[in-house]
């Protein structure tokens, strides 16, 4: 982890940014792209290399598949910035012209009652707009045939704006462009998080470094670690770091066409990554929480079970090499599975931005978009994301995700 810290330029801000991965990244570019926001804004980040933030270890891949209405607009609002990225950013000649890479996420279903999900989740897709088609296991063994299909049921797949894309980049501009329009960012920690005299705002912020920051309003950006900074202000949030691994890999006889992001019926799942080479994700069966510094390998679950899993449905994966291998979090939102924005109700200037449970880079320009909305006229002006407020935790309300990976 980082070992310096940086003091802040002011002693008061309008807005602070606990955190300053993606989603902290987002929300600081749309204040700074909103002209009715005038106010000052600080992203305090503990560890700027962000080695180990969940932004660093993503899949980076986007998809329409979700069995929410608000998911599926979510994603389709993140391929249009994605593929419009120089546009959004006022049409500044630096910054790159962005694509995805559209080759598909491919659910398969080798039961009926999997298969009957994917059904219902399509029906939500269509009318939202997305092109999600639904194969029979000959359809699916026409399309692609190096998959073994003899198992299944039914797929789902999405060709248009599923795939690839480039989060990086993405992550970079919005860091680039808010500093330069005056966000402040540092490496710092907040360590506490102080309430007024009659417990209903945030009052201030106190850092790692010893400074005690006054602040309008606070952004709880902090990923798998979001649960610890809920508490600093007496808090609870749903919110665990879970661990997934990824390998990347080279095959001795590579597909020969696009590899969809497949997710396997056991949970496995593997995509093109090009060039021979291949990106494959999965986590231990019993799934437990983690500490948010847990990053180990559990090497013996790519010989136990992944790699057989990936050689069955792939027979070419039989013959494969290992390149590269991590481990990362989702920030596991144990409730439903869907992220957590919005104002706490009694504490109305602590705002959630939590909870993505694996899908948080593609989310992360529609929740930027909207928590600056929030922050800057107190309602939605584009995407209304209050259902997915923390109030429906305080009320046992759950909007549950099925389409996890």
């Not at 606990?18 to 002209?35: C, E, N, Q, R, Y």
């Not at 290399?49 to 660093?56: E, G, K, L, M, R």
């Not at 910054?95 to 939500?124: C, H, T, W």
């Not at 107190?378 to 994301?385: E, P």
């Amino acid at each position: 982890m980082a070992g310096r810290t940086e003091a802040p330029n002011r002693a008061s801000y309008d807005v602070v940014i606990v955190g300053g991965a993606i989603m902290g990244a987002s929300t600081a570019w749309f204040l700074s792209d909103d002209k009715d926001f005038d106010g000052r804004v600080l992203v305090v980040e503990s560890d700027t290399s962000y080695q180990f933030c969940s932004t660093a270890h993503t899949n980076s891949c986007m998809r329409q598949q979700f069995s929410t209405e608000l998911n599926v607009r979510i994603s389709q609002f993140a391929a249009d910035f994605v593929k419009n990225l120089r546009s959004y950013m006022g049409g500044d000649a630096r910054v790159p012209a962005l694509s995805i890479r559209a080759f598909g996420y491919m659910y398969l279903a080798d039961n009926e009652e999997f298969a009957e999900v994917l059904r219902r989740n399509q029906k939500v897709q269509l009318a939202a707009g997305a092109a999600t088609e639904l194969l029979t296991p000959a359809e699916i063994a026409a399309a692609y045939p190096f998959y073994r299909v003899d198992d299944l049921v039914l797929g789902s797949i999405n060709r248009v704006d599923e795939g690839y894309w480039e989060g990086a980049a993405v992550f970079d501009w919005f860091r680039r462009q808010s500093r330069e329009r005056g966000v402040e960012y540092i490496e710092n920690e907040v360590v506490a998080i102080t309430r007024n005299a009659t417990g209903t705002q945030i009052e201030s912020v106190t850092l790692k470094s010893g400074e005690v920051i006054a602040c309008g309003q606070l952004v709880n950006a902090t990923g798998p670690r979001a649960a610890l900074t809920a508490r600093l202000a007496g808090l609870d949030l749903p919110v665990e770091p879970r661990k997934r691994y990824t390998w990347v890999f080279k095959a001795a006889q590579p597909l020969d066409r696009d590899l969809p992001l497949t997710i396997d019926p056991s949970g496995v799942h593997v995509r093109e990554n090009g060039g021979g080479s291949y990106q494959c994700g999965a986590h231990e069966v019993a799934d437990p929480a983690v500490a948010p510094d847990d990053f180990d390998m559990d090497f013996a679950l790519w010989e136990d079970r992944v790699w057989p899993i990936l050689a069955a449905r792939i027979p070419q994966f039989e013959a494969i090499k290992v390149t590269a291998q991590w481990a990362g979090h989702y920030a596991m939102n144990t409730f439903d599975h869907n992220a957590i924005t919005g104002p706490h109700p009694e504490l109305a200037n602590f705002i959630f931005l939590n909870g993505f449970s694996g899908h948080g880079l593609q989310q992360s320009p529609a929740m930027g978009r909207g928590t600056a909305e929030w922050l800057t006229h107190g309602a939605y002006r584009t995407l209304d994301l209050s259902p997915f407020h923390y109030d429906r935790i305080l009320a046992r309300r759950p909007i549950t995700e099925d389409a996890v990976i």
